[in-house]
């Protein structure tokens, strides 16, 4: 077993995409283009997103196939076009616990370098969230994204 | 019947990764899962590179058995520590399906732009052909 890959509950990819960092950020954040492409399952014949695209306002993704339904959701943290968005995400992957994305977009000539991190919330942020709604949550968030940068 | 205990079961698998990587965040902890990855120790074996009370390290070692991450052995006088490496295949699990998960995504959002980048170059009446 990698012990490096078992140290924390973050995962992060980086990737160069042929593509400026508007168009990118658009389809993260445009429900007519996140319809097209975030739906993993093979089977989906409709995919519906729902997103109010400011701190605090919600998003979701009801993706649909011949037997089943499946919900992607998650609230706002910050947005700022085009450089980065971070939102909390629940949903099937998540064994429907909160977890955080955070997508950062680095222009570099005409391409973008994509950052994508998705991380576990400690477990009282979790709790918090489940007992007393979604305010102190993203207070939490907040705190925790000023710290960082 | 089976739904709800199928529920639960997740429920408690949620609640043992979270414990696993509360365990984790901290170094002086994933330090000590380390030492004992190359072997089982002492609890004085493992306290002693740290610039820290035994106390303070027994703390942590403390943590990490609530999580289920390390295991704690009599034998004789001593107390002997080793790792359950089960509990890190679960966060290894969660790692691997998280980052396939994006890495598909992403190959689609990349499918995507060049299927929107195609269709601009055939101007807006072609557009429809190119997406579904």
Known sequence: MDRDDATGPIVQIRRRVKAGAEQIFDLWTKPDLMARWMSPFPGTVDCKANCDLRPGGTFSLVMSSEESSREVSGTYVQIDRPRKLVFTWIGPLTNNVNTLVTLELHPRGDETELVLTHERLPTTAICEGHTRGWGNILDHLADAVVKEF | MIEIEARKGAASRTARLDAVFAALADPTRRAIIERLSRSDARVTEVAEPFQMSLNAVSKHIRVLEASGVVE??????DHILSINTRSLDEVDGWIVRTRRYWE????????????LKKGHKLGPKDRKHGSR
């Open chain 2, 104 to 115: 598909e995504r992403l190959d689609a959002m990349e499918r995507l732009l060049r299927e």
């Open chain 2, 72 to 77: 704690r052995h009599r034998q004789g006088r």
